[in-house]
């Protein structure tokens, strides 16, 4: 399984980050008034080891990409105190206020002839979870439970698993 083109390579005048077996992992080139970046991978394995140490170079490689351009994540959750990859984190905006669902996305390795094998399968219906937010908000709101988190940028709630978190932010 191949997970990058092992030929590829930069021309003069392109940014190159990262190097194996003879072959460029990101390209960086500017275009017109902008810039335009390759990433030379494919995210599939991503599915599989976003659990593992593996998947955080991936997430650490696309995340410092986003970042080079002033893209970050609204809000990071945490479990244990560390960043979750399989809480799905979902946002859009309605009436001023903004809405993040939080939903569990756990790993699956189907197999034709049975269930195949589940990881990160929530084994309790009532947890503890913290939302680190990128910018500080005025109020946040639980929606399933109308329990009003207050201000700021961090915020624990006890969470179902097995259902959507969905929280209303409101900017200062």
Known sequence: FVLY???????????VGGRSVGADF?????TGAGRSVYLNLTPIPYLWLRRE?????????????LA????????TVLR?????????RVQW???GATYLCLVANPLRDAQIDGMGTLDGVPTSDSEE??????????DVTDERTNR??????RFRLIWNPHEAAILRITAP
């Open 26 to 30: 990101t390209i960086e080139n500017e």
């Open 53 to 65: 140490a593996a998947g955080e170079g991936y997430r650490v490689l696309l995340q410092s990409s």
């Open 80 to 88: 244990d105190g560390q960043p979750d990859p399989l809480i799905a």
């Open 5 to 15: 083109e092992r030929i590829l390579r930069g021309l003069s005048g392109t940014r």
């Open 68 to 75: 080079s351009v002033g893209i970050r994540p609204y809000a």
């Open 129 to 138: 979870i913290e939302v680190v937010l990128a910018d500080p908000a005025s």
């Open 148 to 153: 009003n988190l207050g201000a700021g940028s």
């Open 93 to 95: 905006r309605k009436d």
